[in-house]
């Protein structure tokens, strides 16, 4: 993940497991070891349903308390409105830095939208499919099918990574979202010349955005610049990467003579 602390979050895990696949959940804590301590774990379901017999063995194992909530209405759960009173009783009791909501049920929104407004981070984690006002809402929004995956193995003769979760470059051009949102955040941290550091790239990122490098199958923002090939980068290897939209070494036509005028960090030559 890109959002750091240096003390480390103290964070609140709560599972819809009426929308969770309990073979994520290994990947889901392994990635919140990465900012902090999953202080506690609660998962919520009705657990008298065979649908949710996977998720017994997972419970044990990670230390995570399952709440039964029984269906008040035949045919439609009430597992939100379980976890958001809990999520409210924690917040405002037990004071977390951040909540983990896994889920991809667009009804926990206004959730995610109160524990934001009180300064709580909120990531997420829920499927490809889960509605954009959910996902948009979270600090951070993680599909979950792209984790748990070696998205970027290469074989010991460095051949090129082979996996199907990872998005082509074709893809990541077609995605204007996406292109969008690099570009507007390297112009907010660029210098006159154009090139701006990739980690504040990631911040601005951040600040604009719940998206995220993994969601498309990449270990870092830097690899994904390199693929769409709309950027370029200097530095690479270092911890002074930077990144700069190729738009700006195209050639110019001049007004006048309509002929091509080159185009450097210091202007037309």
Known sequence: MTITRQDGYKIALLIDADNAP????????????????????RAYGN??????????????????????QFDLIKGKNATDIAMTVDALELLYIDKPDAFALVSSDCDFTPLVMHLRSKGAEVFGFGNQNTPKPFSNACSLFL????LGEDAETESDTGSKPVS??????????????????????????AGEDGWARVSEVGHQIRNQSSDHFRNYGYSSWTKLFKVIDLFELQN?????????DKRLNKPLKSASSGKEVAVSNNGPA
Do not use: C, F
């Open 236 to 244: 690479e290897g270092s911890n002074n990467v930077s990144v700069r």
């Open 22 to 41: 309990a073979t994520k959940i290994e990947a889901i804590l392994s990635e919140l070891s990465t900012i902090g301590m999953t202080h506690v774990r």
């Open 164 to 189: 199907h979760l990872r998005a082509s470059a074709a893809e990541l051009k077609q995605n204007t979202a996406l292109i969008l949102l690099l570009r507007n955040a390297i112009k907010a941290d």
């Open 143 to 146: 599909y979950v099918e792209k």
């Open 47 to 68: 657990w008298t349903k065979d649908g949710l017999k996977g998720w017994e063995n997972k419970l044990h194992e990670h230390a995570i308390r399952p709440i039964q």
